[in-house]
């Protein structure tokens, strides 16, 4: 389609039927300048002129330069900037899809036809491309006389059509039409004059002579003038019933046109780009589909560009409602829609054939030659639809549904999506007015509450309407409480959960199983495998279930391969899930679903831990928050570890609520192990106090309840705690402490028999052996932490005992032999993803470099050590780098 200007209205350029994004108002001004000059070159003076007046800024010009830019860079955006030119004369546009050039075009080419059925069409249609006030938000020294231009002829093509319907015997159909405009031109001659003779034609003669007065009454009180001759001899025909005003015999004839068409809100809101992709694209049937969630607006988006398309189809404009989601309906068959439609015709009941298919071949016999635009409501699946098509006629057909009708062969789609944030704000205050217009923060969190969706944003604020008494804020306080949101958005004809609930109805058993499964899920998407865990399928069952749904727009997709809920949809598929699944289904689904989470974690797999990161923190809050079966809430602990290689900002706020969650229900042993893992993660901010806080209050925890894995979880922690606070201070006393507790950790998991703890405390013990010069145990412990390592096949584990023996090797002046362990460490590393590992040997790396006689290659391992810890937020190993920095001189 490519890109569009539009002048006829606020200032617009679409690329594809999308509007692209808006420019300044100065922007705009200077854009429709070009725009209404096209193709003639403006220079920078010209445009100068045009903004300011006789009197521009003495910036004139350089604003004139930058504005261009923001318009070519706009431009750029849709492949099309070279459509603004800059030439050694100035600036020029090619505008070849401008709405006022097809305005122009279709007026124009309507003057030259002898058929006044078609020429009215023609005109009518140019009509429909005005939006609004011509340049409505455009502000310049030049608009109000371009603007008055742009309105005379507006107004000289509706005149035109009118006397065009006029002379066509349309008389009755266009007394309220002209009495809007007049109302609009009380001093327009012409119009005034065109009213009087439809009241005439149309037996109202008192009424139009009537309208002659107040004219005259008006004219000469404004103006000071008499009307024109015209006028004059007008009236005079009128008083005197001249057979002369009568409508032309053959006219009067004229078929009357066939508009089923529903009413049109007149709130309506957005929607620019869609409206601006549905138009007709030839000669024969245009076909669009309109498609999307419930409650996303997809019949109020229809009937709106009906309305607006209608003048283009002067035969017929029809409407049925096929019924695939009507509470307490069934759908509407072929044949009693083909019914309907041949009614609506004109088709009497005698002539109306038995069967559907016959109805289908008269439907298609009454639409042959004619103009018809036709909207199909509310349909299943393609095949609900199909029969009802027209054959060789000249139509538009809109078809909305739940359902993507991808097997409508030729159809264009439209898929309705929730409303952007400043449309919804717009829908909001239409409905709601002044009280919108104070609570501006409050509007926007009724509306983020609403998920954007338009048919629970119109309840809420009819909701809002219709109590006086209520402030927006108070609104948004009802609407925050999950278990009562859907209520809270139904009225006694129409709700958010009935429109959900009809389209669950009319799901597969399958389908509606995965759906409600999904409900249960903590997180905020899915990919295939999630699901197919969650439903105990094979990814591949899942995926085609999750496709179908996504299909029934009951799910979304913003990235290939993820399927998530509108929020709504969420609540629904969790009330639905509870309702519907007894407590042991819901718990196996969420234990194989934490398995399956589980055991990726433990994969360590680094592209897919960052991916499902959003997913395992919730998983780690609800394990926490929820009794579930088996030892699936204490795997938060497996959870964590990925949280703390990543070191997200989120894991302060994880580890918190589940705290708070393990003191409210009394359970000491949870509220201990997010102790820990509140404690390693102020370890890695560096904040050292309120670690080791953490750490010891989870190790009085753990001792009071007898639970000997947590205590030497938090004698681990406090350990590195204070080795930390050793390296800082150089102080010994430190070290040694941190030797103590990590013997009395390593105590514990052998006892437990726990073989990763063991490894783990192991090159702990290393590491402050290291500290305190005590290079064998160093040495041995790292190499008993290596072998157990090897035997689990724990390659981040592998990596952190090389990298303790090569500190070792450092301090025993082998930099050979320490350089070799630092590569084979940091390799490891970098194959899992494992980036806390990976800064810990730059580090060392960068340590034995500098030992070697190498403070280059040291500043450069450095440098890159702090740059991974900064991104990382990891703060000892920051400190670290900048204190090897310091001793290199780099």
């Not at 001759?229 to 015999?249: H, K, N, Q, Y």
């Not at 979304?556 to 969420?570: A, I, K, N, S, V």
Request: hydrophobic letters at 45%; aromatic letters at 4%.
């Amino acid at each position: 389609m490519g890109v569009r200007f539009a002048v006829l209205g606020p200032v617009e350029i679409t690329a594809d039927g999308r509007p692209l994004p808006t420019v300044a108002p100065r922007h705009r001004a200077v854009l429709a300048y070009l725009l209404l000059n096209a193709p003639t070159v403006i220079s920078a003076d010209q445009l100068a002129d045009a903004m300011w007046g006789p009197t521009p800024p003495d910036t004139a010009r350089a604003q004139i330069q930058a504005t261009i830019a923001v318009i070519r860079r706009v431009l750029r955006q849709a492949g099309a900037a070279e459509l603004l030119q800059t030439r050694s004369a100035g600036y020029v546009i090619a505008a070849e899809r401008l709405d006022l050039s097809e305005f122009t075009a279709e007026v124009a080419a309507a003057q030259k036809l002898d058929d006044k059925q078609e020429a009215a069409r023609r005109i009518r249609a140019a009509l429909e491309l005005w939006r609004g006030q011509a340049l409505a938000d455009v502000n310049a020294d030049y608009v109000e006389s371009a603007r008055a231009r742009l309105e005379e002829r507006r107004l000289a093509a509706v005149e035109r059509l009118i006397d065009l319907e006029l002379d066509l015997g349309r008389h009755a159909e266009l007394v309220d039409e002209l009495f809007a405009q007049v109302a609009a031109h009380p001093l327009r001659e012409k119009l005034n004059g065109q009213l009087m003779l439809a009241l005439h034609r149309s037996g109202r003669q008192t009424d139009a002579l009537a309208v002659a007065r107040t004219f005259r009454a008006a004219l000469a009180e404004e103006q000071g003038l008499d009307p024109g001759r015209a006028f004059i001899a007008l009236e005079d025909g009128i008083l005197r019933d001249d057979p002369t005003m009568d409508a032309p015999p053959a006219a009067a004839a004229a078929p009357k046109r066939a508009n089923h068409l529903p009413y049109d809100t007149p709130d309506f809101t957005g929607r620019a780009g869609e409206l601006g992709r549905i138009e007709p694209t030839g000669d024969g049937v245009t076909l669009w589909t309109v498609d999307g969630m419930a409650g996303s607006g997809k019949t109020t988006l229809a009937v709106h560009a009906a309305h607006r398309l209608a003048a283009r189809y002067p035969d017929a404009q029809l409407f049925v409602d096929l019924r695939a989601h009507t509470a307490g309906q069934a759908p509407l068959d072929p044949g009693g829609a083909l019914e309907t439609l041949l009614r609506q015709l004109g088709v009497p009941a005698d002539r109306l054939p038995a069967t559907a298919e016959e109805r289908a071949a008269l439907w298609r016999a009454e639409l042959a030659g004619r103009r018809v635009l036709l909207v199909l409501d509310n349909a299943a699946d393609a095949d609900h639809v199909r029969p009802l098509l027209p054959g060789a006629c000249a139509a538009l057909v809109l078809v909305t549904s739940r359902r993507r009708l991808t097997g409508l062969d030729g159809a264009h789609a439209v898929s309705v999506d929730v409303l952007p944030d400043g449309d919804a704000r717009a829908l909001f205050g239409d409905i709601v007015g002044e009280r919108a217009a104070a609570e501006p923060e409050a509007v926007l969190e009724v509306l983020r509450l609403c998920g954007f969706l338009p048919l629970a944003v119109r309840i809420a604020a009819a909701r809002l309407q219709h109590r006086p008494r209520w402030s927006v804020a108070y609104l948004a306080d009802r609407l925050r409480d999950h278990r009562r949101r859907l209520s809270e958005l139904s009225t006694s004809d129409k709700g958010v959960a009935a429109a959900f609930a009809l389209s669950y109805e009319h799901l597969e058993p399958a389908q509606r199983r995965m759906f409600r499964l999904l409900g249960l899920h903590p997180g905020p998407d899915v990919d295939a495998e999630a699901a197919a865990a969650l439903a105990g399928l094979t990814a591949d069952e899942a995926e085609d279930l999750l496709e179908s749904l996504l299909d029934t727009h009951v799910l979304l997709q913003h990235e290939p391969g993820r399927y998530t809920f509108h929020d709504l949809l969420r609540e629904h598929a969790r009330e639905t899930a509870f309702a519907e699944e007894d407590e042991a289904e819901r718990e196996q689904a969420l234990a194989r679903l934490f398995g399956h989470y589980l055991s990726g974690v433990t994969a360590r797999r680094a592209s897919w831990l960052e991916a499902e990161r959003a997913n395992l923190i919730a998983v780690a809050v609800h394990a926490t928050d929820h009794e579930l079966p088996g030892d699936t809430g204490h795997d938060v602990t497996v959870l964590h570890r990925h949280l703390y290689d990543r070191a997200h900002a989120d894991a302060l706020a994880l580890y918190g609520q589940a705290l708070q969650a393990a003191r409210t229900r009394g359970d000491r042993s949870a509220e201990a192990r997010t102790l820990i893992d509140l404690g390693w993660v102020r370890w890695r901010h560096a904040d050292y106090d309120r670690s080791a806080e953490e750490f010891e209050r989870a190790l009085e925890l753990s001792a009071e309840i007898g639970e000997r894995y947590g205590q030497a979880r938090a004698l681990q922690g406090l350990g590195h705690v204070r080795l930390r606070r050793g390296d800082e201070q150089s102080g010994n006393r430190e070290h040694q402490d941190a030797h103590a507790d990590f013997v009395r950790a390593l105590d514990l998991y052998r006892e437990l028999g726990d073989r990763i703890g063991t490894a783990g405390t192991l090159v702990s013990l290393g590491l402050a052996a290291e500290r305190l010069d005590l290079l064998d145990e160093a040495a041995a412990r790292n190499a008993q932490a290596l072998e157990l390592y090897r035997e689990l096949d724990d390659r981040g584990g592998i990596g952190d005992a090389l990298d303790g023996l090569a500190a070792v090797h450092r301090r025993r002046g082998h930099y050979d032999e320490a350089l070799d362990h630092h590569g084979r460490a940091l390799s490891l590393h970098r194959e899992i993803g494992y980036r806390t590992g990976e800064v810990s040997v730059l580090n060392g790396l960068a340590e034995t470099l500098s030992a070697a006689g190498d403070p280059g290659g040291a500043a450069e391992r450095h440098r890159a050590a702090l740059a991974l810890a900064r991104e990382m937020d990891f703060r000892p190993e920051q400190a670290r780098a900048l204190r090897g920095l310091r001793s290199a001189g780099g």
